[in-house]
């Protein structure tokens, strides 16, 4: 499975902006989704994740501000993201798990979002 992540870019605090993720592969539809960010000099941190069965997760930093979704006719998972904060500039990555019981194996090459303030 090869990921292209695209969407992100420079907005101010308080915008919203859309990530977007393609995948290659035919078997998009059982695989969890994810989105992950790292900022320069810390650990990659997950994000949210959507599985097969429209479960979502989501970390504690943005629940209720972004929102995991997917298309699977697309084969694109997507990543809202809504009042938006100087703290979530960063890298996105995109990534992908066979099954809900596999760990992320497949990832995108990352988008930045900045966020001014």
């Known amino acids: 499975v090869q990921l292209q992540a695209s969407g992100g870019g420079l907005v101010q605090e308080g915008a919203s902006l859309r990530l977007s993720c393609v995948a290659s592969?035919?078997?998009?539809?059982?695989?969890?989704l994810g989105w992950f960010r790292q900022v320069p000099g810390k650990e990659r941190e997950f994000v949210g994740s959507m599985r097969w069965d429209d479960y979502t997760q989501y970390a504690d930093f943005v629940k209720g501000r972004f929102t995991v979704s997917r298309d699977n006719a697309k084969k694109t998972v997507y990543l809202q993201m809504s009042n938006l904060k100087p703290e979530d500039t960063a890298v996105y990555y995109c990534a992908a798990a066979p099954t809900m019981y596999h760990s992320f194996e497949f990832w995108g090459q990352g988008t930045q979002v900045t966020v001014s303030s």
């Open positions: 592969g035919r078997t998009f539809d059982s695989y969890t």
